[in-house]
T-cell receptor
Framework: DAGVIQSPRHEVTEMGQEVTLRCKPISGHNSLFWYRQTMMRGLELLIYFNNNVPIDDSGMPEDRFSAKMPNASFSTLKIQPSEPRDSAVYFC????????????FGPGTRLTVL | GQQLNQSPQSMFIQEGEDVSMNCTSSSIFNTWLWYKQDPGEGPVLLIALYKAGELTSNGRLTAQFGITRKDSFLNISASIPSDVGIYFCAGRAGNKLVFGAGTILRVKS
């Protein structure tokens, strides 16, 4: 079975550009989580969805970040405009509803903003 | 907000040695989890603990849920080169996980 799929795996962009990260959760998983990982701050939850509805976006750093989940099999995390301090690895994870203890992580997108 | 203190930050051990790492929190968690992250990959769940005092094994890995529900430890016995990576503890708060900063494990063969 396919795990969580993220694209692109690597993204290099210039400051001010729009960046869109994509995630396909595991089929049948109704909860989806976006995380950011940096050396300084570790693994931080940005936002999570249940049944395509955003439940908690308190981790989203600022208005430049937005996330959508138009259907059960696709989610995006967008940064507009991007800044060098957004450079990090962004992970998407999914789980069965109510099973945050069993989250399956994707391979991550390494974002570099120059 | 809730924070987890994970120690040690890193370990460099000889192959065959046992490893111990732990995680403490100022808050109570009802679930403790341990993940491993290999380079270039996302974290993978190793062990989940659901009850205070619970001791659970997964092969050479053993983890315990502290009786105060504010701490957990992970032991790895007879380490091997493929054990290298970053180990994270996590506590479950509602439908969210709070992660520790990670323990970097290096193994000398």
């Amino acid at each position: 079975d396919a795990g969580v799929i993220q694209s692109p795996r690597h993204e290099v962009t210039e400051m001010g550009q729009e960046v869109t990260l994509r995630c396909k959760p595991i089929s049948g998983h109704n909860s989806l989580f976006w995380y950011r990982q940096t050396m300084m701050r570790g693994l931080e939850l940005l936002i999570y969805f249940n049944n395509n509805v955003p439940i908690d976006d308190s981790g989203m750093p600022e208005d430049r970040f937005s996330a959508k989940m138009p259907n059960a099999s696709f989610s995006t995390l967008k940064i507009q405009p991007s800044e060098p301090r957004d450079s990090a690895v962004y992970f998407c994870a999914s789980s069965l509803p109510g099973r945050a203890d069993t989250q399956y992580f994707g391979p991550g997108t390494r974002l570099t903003v120059l | 907000g809730q924070q987890l203190n994970q120690s040690p930050q890193s370990m460099f051990i000889q192959e065959g040695e046992d490893v111990s790492m732990n995680c403490t929190s100022s808050s109570i968690f009802n679930t403790w989890l341990w993940y491993k992250q290999d380079p270039g990959e996302g974290p993978v769940l190793l062990i989940a603990l659901y009850k205070a005092g619970e001791l659970t094994s997964n092969g050479r890995l053993t983890a315990q849920f502290g009786i105060t529900r504010k701490d957990s430890f992970l032991n790895i016995s007879a380490s091997i080169p493929s054990d290298v990576g970053i180990y994270f503890c996590a506590g479950r708060a509602g439908n969210k996980l709070v992660f520790g900063a990670g323990t970097i494990l290096r193994v000398k063969s």
